[in-house]
């Protein structure tokens, strides 16, 4: 058994030269691969009048190769009817998949067999960095169905060697019963379900920290990494070890917490490339501190191609992070703090999801329940935040005031409050629903990220 800190020590603590000068060889070549096999891909770059001869330094590969976008996949979907942007035939196709389609029409995803084994090992650099080893035991709060960030999990945990304990088809008492049973080295879920099986243990009279679970694992939303929700969940389930994986439904999972940062994930370079831009210019963020649109490169789909890909979360990156753990990979602290077609700005203060779900949890009495409604009344962008209280809390009505003076204070912006009883509001075992955008399309924002 490999005893190393480290699941690949030669890449996970290489300088930052040796990784840029890796990733350029393999943008490069991948360029040349997705101009020779995707019809899609070869339409864009003739378009832009580009050759895969011409992307020699990274000033090509920002300024000059044009950016992809879902949209583009889903039109050459609609158009073939079948995948957008396909790189390899049908006898090289494993397993079919889609986007979860919260941001639009679905996208049709196709995986060949060395994918689903590349993706598997995806998860191995932070399962391993966490202590996790053959032999332990994964439990997955889930039915299995067409979203792919389940199935490349299960991947995962058996490319490591662990035991995979099946939650699927039962409901949520029965899988707080079998977690107490079969005491699990790891549960999987999202934040907000992981929390709600905890509610459920409380109750039906039930301590689900007696289970022993010394690792709680998910992702599909930003709760993880989040503060509020971190302390929320380690004081519900008794555990200390929060692992967090960021993924992208097209490029599989391409971030990992290491256990020593408790707010934010590792970009997986051996998996892909990641930078972020200005959304409104197009042009690479250079400071650390700066909130920029997440740009990736996969170097594991080549079934269907995405480069230079906009993903649309906001993020901060950091080339050269120094907190304990060793790696050298690019760090992403707080993961996604909103996206571009979510981030809302309410009288000329920009308002993040992830700010307004902080700021919650520091209100005494109320939940991680919540939903953000965006409106456009009288010329202006409108929020309104509806929560839950806990159950016994205080009065709804001065808890919403309270909710309401503490958001205006921190963000610098009055938003609508709306508080109401325990168990009102709906439960979701995947990704939770947090937005409900009701705005016209011409009423949103847009951002142009040009093809040249």
Not at 54 to 72: A, M
Not at 212 to 231: N, Q
Not at 261 to 275: F, K, L, N, P, R
Not at 384 to 409: F, I, M, Q
Request: proline share 4%.
């Amino acid at each position: 058994m490999n005893d190393d800190q480290f699941w690949n020590r030669c890449t996970q603590t290489a300088p930052r030269e040796v990784l840029d000068a890796m990733h350029l060889t393999k943008i490069r070549h991948l360029v040349g691969w997705a101009y020779d096999h995707s019809p899609l891909h070869r339409r864009i770059y003739d378009e832009a009048g580009i050759k895969p001869a011409d992307i020699r330094t990274w000033d090509d590969y920002h300024h000059r190769l044009p950016f992809t976008d879902k949209p583009d996949y889903v039109a050459d979907q609609e158009a073939s009817g079948t995948y957008g942007g396909l790189a390899l035939g049908a006898e090289q196709w494993q397993q079919y998949f889609h986007t979860t389609g919260t941001t639009g029409h679905f996208l049709n995803e196709v995986f060949s067999r060395y994918e689903q084994n590349k993706a598997g090992s995806q998860y191995c650099y932070g399962m391993w960095d966490h202590g996790l080893r053959p032999g332990d035991s994964a439990y997955f709060c889930f039915d299995f169905g067409m979203w792919i960030g389940l199935w490349s999990y299960y991947w995962g945990v058996r490319n490591l060697g662990m035991t995979v304990v099946s939650g699927g088809g039962v409901s949520g008492v029965e899988r707080v019963r079998q977690i107490l049973d079969r005491r699990p080295t790891m549960v999987i879920g999202t934040p907000t379900y992981l929390l709600h099986l905890a509610e459920i243990a409380d109750r039906e009279g039930l301590d689900i920290r007696k289970a022993g679970v010394r690792v709680l694992a998910g992702g599909g939303e930003p709760g993880l990494s989040v503060p509020v929700t971190r302390d929320r969940l380690q004081e519900a389930w008794g555990v200390k070890d929060l692992y967090d994986a960021y993924g992208v439904g097209e490029a599989l999972v391409i971030g990992q917490s290491c256990q020593e940062w408790a707010g934010g994930v590792h970009v997986i370079e051996d998996v892909c490339h990641s930078y972020s831009v200005d959304p409104s210019t197009g042009d690479p963020v250079t400071d650390a501190a700066q909130v920029g649109e997440h740009v990736i490169t996969s170097y594991t789909h080549f079934a269907q191609p995405f480069i230079k890909y906009r993903t649309h979360d906001l993020v901060r990156i950091d080339e050269a992070p120094d907190h304990g753990c060793g790696w050298s990979w690019k760090h992403m602290p707080g993961v996604v703090l909103g996206r571009t077609d979510f981030m809302v700005t309410i009288r000329g203060v920009n308002v993040y999801p992830t700010a307004v779900e902080n700021l919650i949890g520091e209100v005494r009495g109320l939940s991680n329940i919540y939903e953000l409604h965006i409106s456009r009344r009288d010329g202006m962008d409108r929020m309104l935040v509806k929560v839950e209280a806990v159950e016994g809390g205080a009065d709804l009505d001065v808890l919403s005031t309270e909710l309401a003076s503490h958001l205006r204070n921190n963000l610098g912006v009055r938003l609508e409050t709306e508080v109401q009883q325990t168990g009102t509001m709906p439960r979701y075992e995947l990704k939770t629903k947090r937005i409900f955008d009701s705005r016209s399309e011409k009423d949103r924002p847009e951002f142009s990220l040009g093809r040249a």
